[in-house]
């Protein structure tokens, strides 16, 4: 069974970078479309990038795009996320998922996506 685990999370200063990852374990990620999403105190969840399984399509929100890169380590089977230029509203628990296809719409996240992480915290302040 896939079970996804975040790391790479903590506090930097605006305009500082940062590099998630999202570490598979169970099965391969090249099976799945992995979307990485947010949610910041007081938001709703936003789903700010994705990459597709079989022809590696990225997609990102308008928020972070960009600034923000999404990408495949297949020796570490994992999907990483590279955030460059953070600003203050970055500031969310930040968590991976795994789908068939990248679907960003809300209703999507909790319909098409699974085995959700437990979430890393990235904090931007100065």
């Known amino acids: 069974q896939l079970q996804l685990v975040e790391s790479g999370g903590g506090l930097v200063q605006p305009g500082g970078s940062l590099r998630l990852s999202c570490v598979a374990s169970g099965d391969s990620l090249i099976h799945y479309a992995i979307g990485w999403f947010r949610r910041a105190p007081g938001k709703e969840r936003e789903g700010i990038s994705c990459?597709?399984?079989?022809?590696?399509?990225?997609y990102y929100a308008d928020s972070v795009k960009g600034r923000f890169t999404i990408s495949r380590d297949y020796a570490a089977n994992a999907v990483d996320l590279q955030m460059n230029s953070l600003i203050l509203g970055d500031t969310a628990v930040y968590y991976c998922?795994?789908?068939?296809?990248?679907?960003?719409?809300?209703?999507?996240?909790?319909?098409?996506?699974?085995?959700w992480g437990q979430g890393t915290q990235v904090t931007v302040s100065s």
């Open positions: 990459i597709t399984s079989s022809d590696q399509i990225t």
């Open positions: 998922a795994a789908a068939d296809h990248c679907e960003m719409y809300r209703a999507a996240y909790d319909n098409r996506y699974h085995s």
